[in-house]
T-cell receptor
Framework: DGGITQSPKYLFRKEGQNVTLSCEQNLNHDAMYWYRQDPGQGLRLIYYSQIVNDFQKGDIAEGYSVSREKKESFPLTVTSAQKNPTAFYLCASTQSGGSFYEQYFGPGTRLTVT | AQSVSQHNHHVILSEAASLELGCNYS??????LFWYVQYPGQHLQLLLKYFSGDPLVKGIKGFEAEFIKSKFSFNLRKPSVQWSDTAEYFCAVNAHSGTYKYIFGTGTRLKVLA
């Protein structure tokens, strides 16, 4: 089955540690995205990538970093500089041509930092 | 900057009641419009989308939405809700500006009472 895989489903870290969230897709989509979902705030864009080896900051990129070395993979690192990292993180992808296609979402990773 | 407003944050309805969820966006150019739904414990999934043509679009599970360009609105409707429609609903916009960014509203939590 084609889709987006995010792992792990739940992640716990101590404050001050960097943590990397995995996102893999087998849909052959060019564009991939990371969102953060907080209650009452909807989905806020962290980073997105239109093609391999290229990515752009979204609206709340501070304290996060990404890489896009392979088409199917777009890992997100939550660094210790992120002031409020506890949240639900969603990865998404869309076909090339960007604006004319809907996004497909993964199941999400819930990160808790204490 | 582009933005999407969903004015109804929480809606409670009885089964068989009619539903209308508001969505307004701010962007003066051509847009693509989406409604996504997140059922409890499930992935975000597409309900319906508007790219061009007939401004009244029909989606899955009996949902429909009407694009009113003059009002910058894309309201979601369903004539008769079911208990299984209990979910969070997100409106999203993608502008024809050469960007692959999608802007999401803050979401509406719908609870349908059996």
């Amino acid at each position: 089955d084609g889709g987006i895989t995010q792992s792990p489903k739940y992640l716990f870290r101590k404050e001050g540690q960097n943590v990397t969230l995995s996102c893999e897709q087998n849909l052959n989509h060019d564009a991939m995205y990371w969102y953060r979902q907080d209650p009452g705030q909807g989905l806020r864009l962290i980073y997105y990538s239109q093609i391999v080896n290229d990515f752009q900051k979204g609206d709340i990129a501070e304290g996060y970093s990404v890489s896009r070395e392979k088409k199917e993979s777009f890992p997100l690192t939550v660094t210790s500089a992120q002031k409020n990292p506890t949240a639900f993180y969603l990865c998404a992808s869309t076909q090339s041509g960007g604006s004319f296609y809907e996004q497909y979402f993964g199941p999400g990773t819930r990160l808790t930092v204490t | 900057a582009q933005s999407v407003s969903q004015h109804n944050h929480h809606v409670i309805l009885s089964e068989a009641a009619s539903l209308e969820l508001g969505c307004n966006y701010s962007y003066g150019g051509t847009v693509n419009l989406f409604w996504y739904v997140q059922y409890p414990g499930q992935h975000l999934q597409l309900l319906l989308k508007y790219f061009s043509g007939d401004p009244l679009v029909k989606g899955i599970k009996g949902f429909e939405a009407e694009f009113i360009k003059s009002k910058f609105s894309f309201n979601l409707r369903k004539p008769s809700v079911q208990w299984s429609d209990t979910a969070e609903y997100f409106c999203a916009v993608n502008a024809h500006s050469g960007t692959y960014k999608y802007i999401f509203g803050t979401g509406t939590r719908l609870k349908v009472l059996a």
